[in-house]
């Protein structure tokens, strides 16, 4: 089993919809959590991080965390064609390392103008 | 401003050469990593380190090696280049303790023929 799973995707949203991105993990000990983004070519960059359970917004995006259910979610709201990217969540503590983090494979999520 | 820069960006190298990946960091963060990311299996840690002289293996460490000798250089050598190293590597480092999530390089896509 994978320590971090995400949908496989490709996801397609038209433009303005809310994009949901999911993910869960199997590392109880895991404290950090993060979601980056990544354009075709280009590096991960980092847009949210959570560290409690429940939600956490910051413009568009929430992030949400239910450690229970070792399960963390991203939502875009009113979707823009520029959030068209590959989504990789990250969590940290694999195996008790806390500096390390453990990515997923992604979600693509495509914006349909 | 503070920054993460790998060169080459891009690389051709034929099988059985040695060839080393440059990543440098001007944030004077102690933890530093490399990873590879490749279709469907995506970001996967080579080898990690919390600080001068410590350095890790991760999951796919095998046919790679790094050094750290300051807290701003952490380069990459593949021993003998191997076709299955053809990859995108991105080097990324962190503060300590884990807690702002990392901060990647601009990668460098390296080919081996």
């Known amino acids: ?113 | 401003d503070a920054e993460i820069t790998q060169s080459p960006r891009h690389k051709i190298i034929e099988t059985g050469r040695q060839v080393t990946l440059a990543c440098h960091q001007t944030w004077n963060h102690n933890n530093m990593f490399w990873y590879r990311q490749d279709l469907g299996h995506g970001l996967r840690l080579i080898h990690y380190s919390y600080g001068v002289h410590d350095t890790n293996k991760g999951e796919v460490s095998d046919g790679y090696s790094v050094s750290r000798s300051n807290t701003e250089d952490l380069p990459l050598t593949l021993e003998s280049a191997a076709s299955s190293q053809t990859s995108v590597y991105f080097c990324a480092s962190s503060e300590a303790p884990m807690g702002y999530g990392y901060t990647f390089g601009s990668g460098t896509r390296l080919t081996v023929v």
């Open chain 1, 1 to 113: 089993q994978k320590e971090v799973e995400q949908n496989s995707g490709p996801l397609s949203v038209p433009e303005g919809a809310i994009a949901s991105l999911n993910c869960t993990y199997s590392d109880r000990g895991s404290q950090s959590f993060f979601w980056y983004r990544q354009y075709s070519g280009k590096s991960p960059e980092l847009i949210m991080s959570i560290y409690s359970n429940g939600d956490k917004e910051d413009g568009r995006f929430t992030a949400q965390l239910n450690k229970a259910s070792q399960y963390v979610s991203l939502l875009i709201r009113d979707s823009q064609p520029s959030d068209s990217a590959t989504y990789l969540c990250a969590v940290n503590n694999p195996g008790g390392s806390a500096r390390q983090l453990t990515f997923g494979s992604g979600t693509q999520l495509t914006v349909l103008p």
